[in-house]
């Protein structure tokens, strides 16, 4: 019963939902999911977490820094989240989506793969 609670609780948070639609797309270090959502990181932490502990998100480490991913491996949970992201219009997440974009964008330069300025803020990806 514990279970389903946390699952139904995850995604009842409107931040959790906006994570989701982001992870939609492939993995992100926390740094990139910061700037998307343009909050700060504990913030970010706190709600990875609770979708972590719902079995919704998987996490890698890699240096000290954390990349976070959908967890397609529970075909019960992963309907769930498709069934809530496909409700999710694409034009309420434009601005998250943006945001990300530009702060990839930052993060790389043609060629060398990462912006040296940006090397202690990020995971440099």
Not at 9 to 18: G, P, Q, V
Not at 112 to 124: H, Y
Request: a positive charge; glycine letters at 4%.
């Amino acid at each position: 019963m514990q279970d389903i609670l946390n699952i139904f609780k995850a995604l009842s948070d409107e931040t959790r939902l906006r994570v989701l639609k982001l992870l939609e797309h492939g993995e992100l270090c926390v740094c990139d999911i910061v700037a998307a959502l343009d909050t700060i990181q504990p913030k970010v932490s706190f709600h990875l977490s609770v979708l972590k502990e719902a079995g919704l998100i998987k996490d890698r480490k890699q240096g000290k820094w954390v990349h976070y991913r959908i967890d397609d491996t529970n075909m019960f949970r992963r309907f769930l989240l498709l069934s809530a992201l496909e409700r999710i219009q694409e034009e309420s997440v434009r601005d998250d989506n943006k945001r990300l974009q530009e702060f990839l964008n930052t993060k790389t330069i043609k060629g060398n793969g990462m912006n040296l300025q940006k090397r202690s803020l990020c995971c440099g990806r």
